[in-house]
């Protein structure tokens, strides 16, 4: 797709070698580093391994601290699909952690944390809470890794076992390579996930294999747990049962064995195909793959497949209707050998791979600085080309992404729809908007739910809510559910999609979205006798004001979201030849302006007004969004000024750089840009796999790159009525070439 907002190519450096740019990036490691494993996938489904190209050492990446070891990445098989909930004691409701609060309107109920979770006061309704927050939570569908036979019996390897280790992720190709030595044998692991399917591709080569080298594969129980997605002390909760199958599928010497999952209510499949191996189920929950076959013994090499597959039923939901489809459909290709070769399981996934990835890079957009002079140029270019990769493998499907996408699980899995932005709008920056279609989509599912929580407190349109799994229920949440910056984003994230595919079609699937959402916005709004006011009860998304939400009005980043937001739904209206809603623009019109204290805006407008913890949200009022009627380009530049010059960095996220990076580029300020995007806090560190680390129990954290993204498609590209020139965020003496890129609003 092509849009009549990206800039001429010829003013844009064309013609950008996309290979040599993408591969002088391949993450490449030595030495084992537990913070930065590296992932396969496809956007529905993702691998994350060691580097023994598989899961052989979970030990050696815990997530807090153990021992001598430092704090680490989980390593999680997951996929959209993949969800569960842990049989409740009793039905628990919503209504259960209802509270009435007071607002502008009378009283209005929101879903808040009634019951006490704290000192071990384990009340009737707090174990409500705790269910509700817990359920349904993803699911980690299995642990596939080397281990050791030795004398009839199966252990892990371990660490110390695996030397001259040496791994190379080919961003070109989607492919991972491992090299290392096991009991002085050495071995070879190639790893690849399909760009269709949830089906990843193994290749394990080493003399090791017929000397007690085996493949095992695990499979946990549902975990309540906040972050970690396996039980594996549960093993009577659940089934696991293996048949051999012979079907259509097999061909040749193929053979293929299925894996049967069952719990509770969720129900999953796990089909392992092949050649001259054999899969026993060893454990109640645990399976070895052997090389040969009872009457042939294995010559050195494992050559395998394992496909994942959602059961008919239960908590897994349907496969999304977008995939990574940057190209013509991948599983059609023919291998290597052309026409009629039949390749081998490991081979075939792995050449559809690299089929697909040369597509998505060679597709959208593309922004080199190697022929900068500026040392940070390169560790830069290096963010964002990973960054691309990354939200590529985590939120690009069918569902709006959790913080940590595919890898682990963050906040049990659930998803934050006030995170959906910084997931995802890049997409559209980038020119690829078909990767930001599915999980957009996903809003139309949960309508009539958001209309319900709309309705209950005595709005229109729909509400979206913060923190959900896939059925669009809330959370119980004494933040989240008096957050309403959300509510907007389904209306910047379709405008965003509009830009880049300026097409009617577009148009019509999401203007329900678009109108239901901006009903709610005019109807939030209540009416003084200085304008339209906002709040209370409100949280802002600068979330240290929590515990004042009964008094929280009119925070400056919601005042301008609210305004712009109203018009851009308008604008919709007028797009598709309907009749304009007053209300909406009588709203954005009359919003109150933003609170100013000596000379910068105020977080908002009541006491203690501004407090320098978490997100600076005020610099988004123009930085995500352009200049609107209640904004002053000179107040938000002391704004800028004053963040920078006195923040807690420590208690900032990592999407807060961009942030700064855009309200920078804005106001005109090229190389504050540049400084807030690679400014030194422990928030900003990107690893060596293009993670952005937060702490210790929040080890990757994709708003950070995502925003990334955003930010640097903005600075190259530049917004509408903004300068006109070359790159107009970056600095003047940087070398800049770009192309693809959709100009923001």
């Not at 594996?232 to 659940?238: E, G, R, T």
């Not at 908007?433 to 139309?444: D, G, I, K, N, T």
């Not at 319900?452 to 059925?471: L, M, N, S």
Request: with cysteine; charged share 20%; net charge negative.
């Amino acid at each position: 797709m092509h849009s009549q907002n990206t800039s001429d190519s010829s003013a844009s450096h064309a013609g950008i070698d996309r290979r040599k740019l993408v591969r002088r990036h391949n993450v490449r490691q030595q030495h084992l580093d537990p913070r930065s494993p590296v992932s396969v996938g496809n956007g529905e489904f993702a691998f994350t391994m060691d580097l023994t190209g598989l899961q052989s050492l979970p030990e050696e990446y815990p997530l807090g601290a153990r021992g001598d070891l430092p704090p680490g990445t989980l390593l999680g098989t997951q996929a959209q699909w993949g969800w569960h909930s842990v049989p409740a004691p009793h039905t628990y409701h919503l209504d259960d952690s209802t509270l009435l609060y007071d607002s502008p309107r009378g009283p209005v109920p929101y879903v808040d944390m009634v019951g006490d979770i704290v000192n071990d006061r384990e009340t009737d309704t707090s174990a409500a809470e705790t269910w509700l927050r817990a359920n349904a939570h993803r699911l980690d569908l299995g642990r596939i890794g080397l281990r050791w036979v030795e004398d009839g019996s199966e252990r892990a390897i371990t660490g110390a076992e695996v030397t001259d280790t040496e791994q190379t992720l080919d961003l070109w190709t989607g492919v991972v390579t491992s090299h290392f030595t096991v009991a002085g044998q050495p071995v070879r692991v190639t790893t690849a996930c399909h760009p269709d399917r949830d089906e990843l591709g193994f290749r394990v080569e080493s003399p090791a294999l017929g000397s007690g080298l085996v493949v095992g594969v695990g499979f946990p129980y549902g975990s309540e747990a906040w972050h970690d997605a396996a039980d594996w002390n549960s093993p009577d909760a659940h089934t696991t049962s293996l048949t051999e199958t012979v079907t259509a599928e097999n061909r040749g010497d193929a053979r293929m064995w299925t894996a049967s999952r069952e719990l509770d209510n969720s129900r999953y499949q796990v089909k392992i195909t092949g050649q001259d191996f054999t899969v026993i189920q060893t454990e109640q929950h645990r399976l070895r793959i052997v090389p040969g076959t009872p009457d042939r013994p294995g010559e050195g090499v494992l050559d395998f497949s394992v496909a994942f597959s959602s059961g008919e039923d239960g908590d897994c939901i349907p496969r999304g209707n977008n995939r990574l489809t940057a190209g013509p459909a991948k599983g059609s290709r023919p291998g290597p050998g052309g026409s009629g070769v039949v390749l081998s399981p490991a081979d075939s996934v792995a050449s559809a791979s690299a089929a697909y990835w040369p597509e998505f890079w060679s597709s959208g957009g593309a922004i080199e600085l190697a022929a900068t002079d500026d040392p940070r140029a390169s560790e830069l270019e290096r963010r964002i080309v990973l960054s691309q990769y990354l939200t590529a493998v985590n939120c690009s499907g069918s569902l709006p992404p959790q913080e940590t996408g595919l890898v682990c699980n963050s906040w049990r899995g659930r998803f934050h729809l006030e995170m959906h932005w910084w997931h995802a709008a890049h997409f559209a920056h980038w020119n690829r908007p078909e990767l930001l279609l599915a999980s957009l989509r996903w809003y139309s599912t949960v309508l009539e739910s958001s209309r319900q929580t709309a309705r209950t407190q005595g709005f229109d349109g729909v509400r979206w809510p913060k923190q959900v799994g896939p059925d669009g229920r809330e959370s119980p949440s004494p933040i989240g559910t008096f957050l309403i910056w959300q509510q907007p984003h389904p209306i910047h994230l379709a405008e965003l999609v509009y830009r880049a595919n300026p097409s009617p079609a577009v148009l019509e699937e999401f203007a329900e979205i678009v109108f239901e959402s901006a009903a709610f916005m005019a109807s939030f709004a209540h009416p003084t006798a200085r304008g339209f006011e906002l709040g209370p009860p409100l949280i802002p998304a600068q979330e240290s004001y929590g515990p004042l939400r009964s008094t929280v009005t009119n925070p400056t980043f919601e005042l301008a979201y609210w305004q712009w937001g109203l018009r851009i739904a308008a604008a919709w209206r007028g797009r598709l030849g309907l009749e304009p809603v007053e209300s909406w623009l009588a709203v954005a019109d009359a919003l109150v302006p933003p609170r100013v204290i000596n000379g910068v805006y105020a977080a908002m407008d009541v006491e203690p007004f501004t407090i320098r913890t978490d997100h600076p949200s005020m610099l988004c009022a123009l930085g995500v969004l352009p200049l609107t009627d209640l904004i002053d380009e000179g107040v938000m530049r002391a704004t800028l000024a004053d963040v920078l010059a006195d923040w807690d960095w420590d208690s900032t996220w990592g999407w807060d750089y961009p942030v700064m990076a855009m309200t920078a580029a804005r106001l005109g300020e090229p190389e504050t840009a540049v400084d807030a995007l690679l400014q030194e806090a422990p928030k900003n560190t990107v690893l060596v796999n293009g993670h952005n680390r937060q702490t210790d129990s929040l080890p990757l954290y994709l708003p950070g790159n995502g925003g990334l993204l955003a930010a640097v498609a903005l600075m190259a590209a530049g917004w509408d009525n903004g300068p006109d020139r070359h790159a107009p965020g970056f600095p003047s003496d940087w070398t800049v070439a770009w192309e693809g890129l959709v100009r923001a609003p």
